[in-house]
């Protein structure tokens, strides 16, 4: 596989909108860039939802063929597993699937590939940094206090690991106006942009341009 440059976004904290954003990313991107999406939450993946894909991937001399919408290539354990399946597995088993997906994806030639995290810090994370070169990270939270706990021990886990953290992003969708911003002014993170709610994004409207998304990915383009 030739990637250019891979992104990841996540947070300790489940539920902050790291897949929507990622999703919306990505649409803004591909207007201008090859990509594609690794889902990387096993337990949980949402990717197969967010782009309305129902059939399972096929597979070709070995190599798993991502599904392809908007130009984006999409690998999700949802489209590997049935609909109402859950993964009850274990860490070694969570390991062994996320290698596959990295390895035995037939990603071609990107320019990005985002990478949809899982909440929490463990298995699925240290299996990822240690198989792909993360080039940038990018928090994604929530005003709440029990997100923004929660993502202090994600900036940790990611400076252990000289992870490179290329700023954070807050998904306000209670429209909040007085948000601590400490944790990021403290490690001194940057600031990429805030969502307010909207409804588009809400129910995931595949053809909508989020002004918000569109200036983040500007300063994800600009970032040689």
Known sequence: MSI??????????????????????????????????????????NQNILFNLDSKNEIVNKQ???????GIKIMSMGNIL??????????????????????????????????????GTGDVYLTIFNELSIDKFILVTTPNKLAISDLQ?????????NVCIFGYIFNDIFNI???DKSLFVSHKINHLGTYEFDKNLYDFNLDY????????????????
């Open 209 to 224: 341009n989020s002004e918000i998304t569109e200036e983040i990915s500007r300063k994800i383009l600009s970032d040689i």
């Open 4 to 45: 250019n440059k891979i992104i990841a976004l996540g947070s300790a904290k489940g539920g902050v909108g790291k897949s929507s954003i990622t999703a919306s990313l990505a649409l803004s991107l591909s207007k201008h860039k090859k990509i594609g999406i690794l889902d990387a939450d096993v337990y949980g993946p």
């Open 153 to 161: 021990k994600t900036i940790t886990m990611l400076k252990k690991l």
């Open 177 to 179: 106006k007085d948000k």
């Open 82 to 119: 049935n609909y109402k399946d859950a993964a009850i597995w274990r860490g070694p088993m969570i390991s062994g699937a996320i290698k596959k997906l990295i390895h035995d994806t037939q990603w071609g030639e990107l320019d990005y590939l985002l990478i949809d995290m899982p909440p």
């Open 64 to 70: 798993i063929i991502p599904s392809l919408k908007k």
